[in-house]
């Protein structure tokens, strides 16, 4: 088993910034990489960014592409997830997600953080 605990959630005005993290434990060991993914009032779960255990991969959703970058800090079993010129549009709970080796996808999910951007 592995657990997520997000933190970093808030309420920030249109441009403005926000860091999230999520701490793993557990058999960390066994994930092959980690997930952001959003989900908006009414909406479907949205992949937002991933990277690998290694960190020698990430990938970004088009819509927040040169605006967030995710990163890990292997040492604190943390991945964080830094936005920038934040958009209403990006209002959402943001999960943080794990994806096992031997998995089919992601298979471990974080409670969420609600992040809420005014315009």
């Known amino acids: 088993q592995v657990q997520l605990v997000e933190s970093g959630g808030g309420l920030v005005q249109a441009g403005g910034s926000l860091r999230l993290s999520c701490v793993a434990s557990?058999?960390?060991?066994?994930?092959?990489?980690m997930g952001w993914f959003r989900q908006a009032p009414g909406k479907d779960r949205d992949f937002v960014a991933t990277?690998?255990?290694?960190?020698?991969?990430?990938d970004y959703a088009d819509s927040v592409k040169g605006r967030f970058t995710i990163s890990r800090d292997r040492a604190k079993s943390t991945v964080y997830l830094q936005m920038n010129s934040l958009k209403p549009e990006d209002t959402a709970v943001y999960y943080c997600a794990a994806f096992s080796y031997g998995s089919a996808n992601y298979n471990y999910w974080g409670q969420g953080t609600q992040v809420t951007v005014s315009s």
């Open positions: 557990g058999r960390t060991f066994d994930v092959y990489k």
């Open positions: 990277i690998t255990q290694s960190g020698d991969s990430t």
